[in-house]
């Protein structure tokens, strides 16, 4: 990489001007990767008990009748929120500019992730969050950094981000839980924005 140097602080922010759409280029293929870590880490929650982390319980036993009813449809035995995969495979995440989604198109799942009366929360969208902050901020100061440094990330940084999540610390937004609706899906999850 070649250093550059400037004469004055004018031809800096000229410089640091001309970096915008490589630094919101970057930004989004970060976004894009954190999504990925926050689908892929919520999804390997499903059929794990989960210890409390953050603001979230750990998840209770499941109940003896859910375990007999889970039996009867030949569904895994101790495995919370699986039966046959179908909400593990309902989850999805969406990027839109800088903000992106990361949900479930299953909409029992936000009765798993709140809890009902009946039903004890067993969150798993929070939890994915709050496990990878560090990893995703890490993704997201990388993308920046590059940019600043003159590369622009192609298709690939997806997996790369994931393998090195180097770089420093950059505040990431928090979860909105809720129900979202894009493009006709509705997404029982949380929001990022970078």
């Not at 995440?93 to 909409?107: F, K, M, N, R």
């Not at 609706?181 to 990022?192: D, E, L, M, N, V």
């Amino acid at each position: 990489m070649q250093v550059q140097t400037f004469d004055d602080l004018g031809s800096f922010a000229l410089h640091l001007a001309s970096l915008e759409g490589a630094v919101r280029h970057n930004m989004k293929a970060g976004l894009e990767a954190a999504l990925v870590v926050i689908e892929t880490a919520a999804k390997d929650e499903i059929g794990h008990y989960q210890a409390a982390i953050g603001d979230f319980p750990a998840w209770a036993p499941l109940a003896d009748s859910t375990e007999a009813e889970k039996a009867r449809l030949g569904a895994p035995a101790d495995a919370p929120l699986l039966r046959h995969g179908a909400m593990y495979a309902s989850f999805q995440h969406e990027a839109e500019g800088l903000q992106g989604i990361v949900g479930s198109t299953d909409p029992t799942l936000v009765y798993h992730e709140f809890g009902t009366s009946k039903m004890p929360p067993r969150p798993v969208l929070g939890p994915a969050l709050v496990k990878n902050r560090d990893h995703i901020q890490k993704i997201l100061a990388n993308t920046v950094f590059q940019a600043l440094c003159g590369v622009q990330l192609g298709k690939d940084f997806v997996g790369l981000a994931m393998v090195t999540g180097k770089a420093e610390r950059l505040e990431v937004g928090g979860v909105l839980a809720g129900k979202v609706t894009r493009g006709g899906a509705a997404y029982f999850g949380g929001r990022i924005t970078p």
